[in-house]
């Protein structure tokens, strides 16, 4: 195996940018792998993993210089690749340096804020970085998106201090999904605009949300990210109850949707203090809280979550059409037909909260249910699973060095060969996240890793999206229903049907089934 690599010196380009090349141009049959990044510590680190590269030859790289590696059996072939990233990235710098020079655009926060039209400043810079220049978005007055990550939990803790007593948004670090006066950022989808204002500590579940509530006829007047560790113990949600105080004084807002994982109770305590004094109508949905409040609707599934929404805004319409639904009768001929040793579901997510949705809601059922998002057993290894085992590609553990998973499926979909052809398998369920910054066809990817091996374990699966977003959620569909997948209209509506297949599988059976 070779190693090539190339070390452009005192340039700067956003990850997201950098993993989509690094993916697109790992597509090519001769690479083993790519990787493209900041040279920060920490990636300097992870890349000495690659077979040939030493400390010496990385010894002068700086965190403001980008570093571009690819392996193949092929030297030529690793080399092209690496040569391809560069013409990328340079081609990218082209196109922004002529973009400067037509709006002489502010190389810092500070030149930026002479334009009185701006109000909020995204951040997306090495997390070594990204606090000092979040308080610098802050002190000039800016709401302040920080999509990077690897910020300390004590550093989060002051700005956010900071910005709650200013009034300002402090979404992140780690904040992958927000849409502010209809344009999306991150991992956001292209949803209408409307009445219902969301706050989210989960990207997905923002996500799930806007898309849900999108399809059946309304729209989003903002949706607020707040960072998943928001509604910690240390936080105590103090960007959720910020956010909550600025909607209610939105009079585009007429009901505030909450969503989050799993939240620790001095954070539910604040929040509800806030909401206390709210007049504007609020639905909860923070998942694995049994919460029974008199003045505020609560939710149990995001797919809930949204059609409450839709209901208190008068949206919710039954001739909006939902997704056709599954043939319930076909999958049972399916799953009775397997042997019976195939009796476990293999749930693999690239969505957070979408996983811990699922898993949630199997626990309740079924036994020896196991994760590495904190619901059930815990999962030792997440890539050597047993039982009914529900994995999330996109947590720290497993994407360290790595894209995450809806940028590039690769993990996910080696995890899904190996599913299909263990023979304790009886189910795969599966999340598609779509929008901007996700994999360009990920229904597609699945299909062409099914058509890899020769089970017949049937798969379920849900679509999180919009027709508009660039992959099309109704393309996407159409691509794994032709490949005899089964598609729910939500990913609660995917996840019951696993369970339900669960005790068809546990059901007596025929002596002799295919394997």
């Not at 939902?322 to 009796?343: M, Q």
């Not at 979909?413 to 052809?421: D, V």
Request: aromatic share 2%; hydrophobic share 35%.
């Amino acid at each position: 195996m070779t190693t090539q690599y190339q070390i452009l010196h005192d340039t700067y380009h956003d990850s997201v940018q950098l993993m989509r090349i690094a993916s697109d141009v790992a597509q090519s049959p001769a690479i083993e792998t790519t990787d493209a990044v900041m040279g920060t510590a920490t990636n300097r680190q992870t890349l000495l993993e690659f077979d040939g590269l030493t400390e010496a030859d990385l010894s002068e790289v700086q965190s403001d210089d980008v570093v571009l590696v690819a392996t193949s059996p092929d030297p030529d072939a690793a080399a092209e690749a690496v040569e391809e990233m560069t013409s990328r990235l340079e081609s990218a710098g082209d196109s922004e340096k002529q973009h400067d020079v037509a709006s002489e655009a502010p190389k810092s926060i500070r030149r930026a804020c002479k334009d009185s039209t701006i109000a909020v400043a995204l951040i997306s810079v090495s997390g070594t970085y990204a606090a000092r220049e979040a308080w610098k978005a802050l002190h000039e007055g800016l709401h302040t998106h920080v999509f990077s990550d690897n910020v300390s939990l004590e550093r989060e803790h002051d700005l956010k201090t900071f910005a709650h007593k200013k009034g300002q948004l402090l979404m992140g670090p780690d904040c992958g999904t927000a849409i502010l006066n209809g344009v999306p950022l991150g991992f956001a989808n292209e949803v209408s605009t409307g009445s219902i204002g969301l706050v989210s500590a989960s990207g997905t579940g923002l996500q799930a949300v806007s898309t849900h509530i999108s399809r059946h006829g309304a729209g989003i007047s903002q949706a607020i990210g707040t960072g998943g560790r928001d509604l910690s113990e240390t936080i105590k949600g103090l960007t959720t109850r910020t956010a909550i105080e600025y909607l209610d004084s939105d009079e585009t807002t007429d009901v505030i949707v909450l969503i989050s994982k799993p939240p620790a109770e001095p954070a539910v305590d604040a929040v509800l203090e806030t909401i206390s004094t709210c007049e504007t109508p609020v639905i909860i949905h923070f998942q694995g809280v049994d919460m029974n409040l008199e003045t505020v609707r609560t939710a149990d599934t995001l797919e809930e979550t949204a059609n409450l929404a839709l209901e208190v805004t008068g949206n919710k319409s039954e001739s909006v059409e939902s997704d056709p639904e599954v043939d319930k009768n076909a999958l049972k001929t399916e799953v009775r037909s397997l042997s019976a040793a195939r009796t476990d579901i293999r749930g693999l997510f690239v969505g957070g909260t979408l996983c811990t949705e699922a898993v949630l809601m199997a626990d309740k059922t079924l036994e020896d249910v196991s994760s590495n998002v904190g619901v059930g057993k815990r999962l030792l290894d997440p890539l050597e699973p047993s039982g009914h085992a529900f994995i999330d590609f996109g947590t720290d553990e497993l994407t360290m060095g790595r894209p995450h998973p809806m940028i590039d499926p690769t993990v996910r979909n080696e995890q899904l060969r190996e599913a299909l052809e263990q023979q304790t398998t009886g189910i795969v369920l599966l999340d598609i996240v779509l929008g901007h910054g996700s994999h360009q066809d990920p229904a597609g990817s699945i299909v062409d890793t099914v058509a890899t091996t020769d089970s017949n374990v049937p798969i379920i699966a849900a679509v999180c999206g919009t027709d508009d977003d660039p992959q099309s959620r109704s393309e996407q569909i159409r691509i794994l229903r032709d490949a005899g997948i089964y598609v729910a209209d939500s990913n609660a509506a995917a996840a019951r049907l696993a369970v339900q297949g669960a005790t068809w599988m546990t059901a007596e059976r025929p002596e002799e089934g295919s394997a």
